[in-house]
């Protein structure tokens, strides 16, 4: 097969969530198991840091994937979902697994494949995992992809977990409290290994520090130890000094990753940094300053406050639920425009009208919907939206959206685009963004 069938027939053949939603979602690790089994159980052949959360896993995963790397670790990342290419998934030391590994995968193991029937995620986390032991990985950083305690990447034994945050999202899921999802989240907490927690609360905290006593296991909470205060921040980075108990311990430290949420995101970053350093990792000052400067350029990191062009200022995120949506419109108000101009799209099991609900009702709104199944119709998100006196065009396409923000925006003006991941996958493939670094075999 070539890889445009092979990934034809993975999209085809088995479950996607992003496509399909809870319907493609199997809450249980029977599937998984059997498939690690089948392989031998190859993620013990490597180390693995494992983190979850609502919003900013993948920033976190990034930032430390970058920081092991600059250190001399041959790293692994697994993310989800992929923006562009598939193989953005899937990378060692920034580099995105070829497409000829993903073909030999698939086909050497159709057969157990179409008879344990697991789920997309469920073959993507072994085929990572398999590529990651080929490949003489010394570290992975390992992203779960929904929850935690059911998901396919919890079969992992690691030297260090992570939960950025909890907020509202796949609630039919998760749970509708945030004590019931922060329980989920806390599923990943293993026996005596040290869990980072990147933001506490009330609702949450108790649940952690149960779990963690039950497993016997050092806990942390990023916020409660660290600070961070902006010093500097332009279209290519941002600085922050950094304290650690009222303690200056960074000065002006640099990263390329320019949305203001990631104040919160660097103090997880930096906790399981330290951390990492307790459990013997070799990372210095100059590895950990170098890693998080440059930690999108070298991961390859894409749609977190991302800047697509300056005249007019077009601006896209992936931002996607009620607490994610809250930091973009609040990044929104900070940008200096004549108009603004929003290209906005949903997934139909997402909380719709309290998202609709933050947004600036001065702006055009440009309605569309993203390529997938699960995409919210464009009318009755435009209906719905006026309900909330935000008003604008109905678009069949986030292409069609782009080019007609385009034709009316003038160079002074600000274009944003989000509501979904999916909508900004189409939006970066519209610009020609590539979503994989030169490969290797």
């Known amino acids: 097969m070539t890889y445009k069938q092979v990934l034809d027939y993975m999209f085809q053949q088995f479950p996607m969530f992003h496509r399909m939603g809870k319907a493609a979602y199997k809450a249980d690790l029977d599937n998984i198991s059997e498939l690690d089994d089948f392989f031998g159980n190859l993620h013990k052949n490597f180390k693995t840091i494992h983190i979850a959360g609502t919003n900013g896993k993948g920033s976190v995963s990034h930032m430390l994937a970058s920081v092991l790397q600059s250190a001399g670790y041959k790293t692994g990342l697994y993310t989800s979902p992929h923006l562009i290419d598939f193989r953005e998934r899937i990378k060692i030391n920034g580099l995105c697994i070829s497409e000829e590994q993903v073909v030999a995968f698939i086909s050497k193991n159709i057969t157990v494949l179409e008879k344990i029937n697991p789920s997309f995620f469920e073959i993507t986390v072994a085929l990572a995992f398999n590529y990651f032991a080929d490949q003489h990985v010394d570290v992975a950083v390992i992203e779960v992809g929904l929850g935690g305690r059911l998901d396919a990447t919890n079969i992992v034994f690691p030297e260090l977990s992570v939960v950025t945050n909890i907020s509202f999202d796949h609630t039919d899921l998760l749970g509708h409290t945030l004590a019931e999802i922060a329980g989920e989240k806390a599923g990943i907490i293993k026996p005596n290994v040290p869990i980072i927690i990147g933001e506490s609360s009330v609702e949450t905290k ?10 016997q296991s050092p806990i942390f909470f990023a916020d409660e130890m660290y600070s961070a205060k902006q010093i500097n921040k332009n279209s290519a980075n941002q600085s922050f000094d950094v304290l650690k108990n009222g303690q200056q311990i960074y000065s002006n430290l640099f990263l390329d990753l320019i949305g203001d949420y990631q104040s919160k995101n660097i103090l997880t970053a930096i906790c399981a940094i330290e951390e990492l350093k307790n459990r013997g990792f070799e990372l210095t000052n100059t590895s950990i300053v170098d890693g998080l400067k440059n930690a999108a350029a070298v991961t390859g990191l894409l749609g977190r406050w991302q800047i697509i062009a300056e005249e007019p200022l077009i601006v896209c995120d992936t931002g996607h639920n009620y607490a994610g949506i809250t930091w973009v419109v ?24 309290g998202v609709l609900s933050l947004l600036p009702q001065h702006a055009q709104y440009y309605f569309t919907k993203a390529s997938i199944p699960r995409a919210l119709n464009e009318q009755i998100l435009s209906k719905k939206a006026a309900d909330y006196h935000l008003f604008g065009e109905a678009c069949m396409t986030v292409q069609e959206a782009i080019q007609k923000a385009l034709n009316n925006a003038a160079k002074n003006d600000m274009i944003f685009i989000g509501g979904s991941t999916f909508i900004v996958a189409d939006a970066l493939i519209y610009f020609n963004t590539k979503g994989c670094k030169e490969n290797i075999i």
């Open 330 to 353: 609040k990044q929104i108000h900070e940008n200096s425009y004549k108009k603004l101009h929003i290209i906005f799209g949903v997934v139909n099991d997402k909380d719709v009208d």
């Open 206 to 215: 108790t649940i952690f520090l149960e779990k963690a006593k039950q497993q």
